[in-house]
């Protein structure tokens, strides 16, 4: 369902992030150090948008600022950014309200289902997932409040996977996506182990 319209600062960097997803930056260009430095000053959000080739549609993840790590004398910097939700492109401005940086009208995208709790086949997939990827297992109460979104934002999915998921209408599709993306991984990680083990897999 979609819901009202936004008018936001975006930093254009082609990547989609589902809410909850972390990245860390290296800020170096001035305008986008003039729109750092007042996402940091005023607090406010900002948007990543992404538009899909083979999808043909386009989304802006709505952003904030969530650290500051380093500070360069040169007025460069590194920081982190968090997903917090997501929206529709709607339209793309080289130059946002007379500031450096550019914009945009994005229409806030509100998919509910993300929102449901993961079935337990989903759960024990994604378990053996950061088992495989990072070489411990969560145990199920670690990650019992996880839903279908939180599963996915922690998960290597491309961002055309990303924004097939955010598609679906319901939460039974979104969690048979999921469960066979993360098994897919699974047979990657678990075919890599093997190779730096010694052993091929036929």
């Given at each position: 369902m979609n819901t009202e319209i936004l008018h936001i600062p975006f930093f254009p960097l082609n990547i989609f992030l589902l809410p909850g997803e972390q990245m860390p930056l290296h800020i170096f260009e001035p305008r986008y150090r003039q729109l750092f430095e007042?996402?940091?000053?005023?607090d406010f959000e900002f948007g990543l948008p992404y538009e899909d080739e083979e999808l043909k549609r386009g989304f802006v993840s709505i952003c904030r600022l969530q650290k500051v790590v380093k500070r360069y004398e040169s007025g460069e910097s590194d920081v982190i950014i968090e997903s917090k939700r997501i929206a529709e492109l709607k339209d793309y401005e080289p130059?946002?309200?007379?500031?450096?940086?550019?914009?945009?009208?994005v229409q806030e995208w509100n998919n509910a289902v993300l929102n449901e709790i993961p079935s337990d086949?989903?759960?024990e997939a994604f378990r053996?997932?950061?088992h495989l990827r990072y070489g411990t297992k969560p145990q199920p109460t670690?990650?019992?409040?996880?839903?279908?979104?939180?599963?996915?934002?922690?998960?290597a999915l491309s961002n055309?996977?990303?924004?097939?998921l955010i598609l679906l209408d319901s939460a039974e599709r979104q969690d048979r996506f999921l469960l066979n993306a993360i098994k897919y991984?699974?047979?990657?990680l678990a075919q890599e182990?093997?190779?730096e083990n010694g052993i091929i897999l036929n």
């Open positions: 007042e996402a940091e000053g005023r130059v946002f309200k007379q500031k450096l940086y550019p914009g945009g009208y086949g989903l759960v053996e997932y950061i670690n990650i019992k409040h996880y839903r279908i979104v939180d599963l996915a934002a922690s998960t055309t996977d990303k924004m097939k991984l699974n047979l990657l182990s093997s190779v």
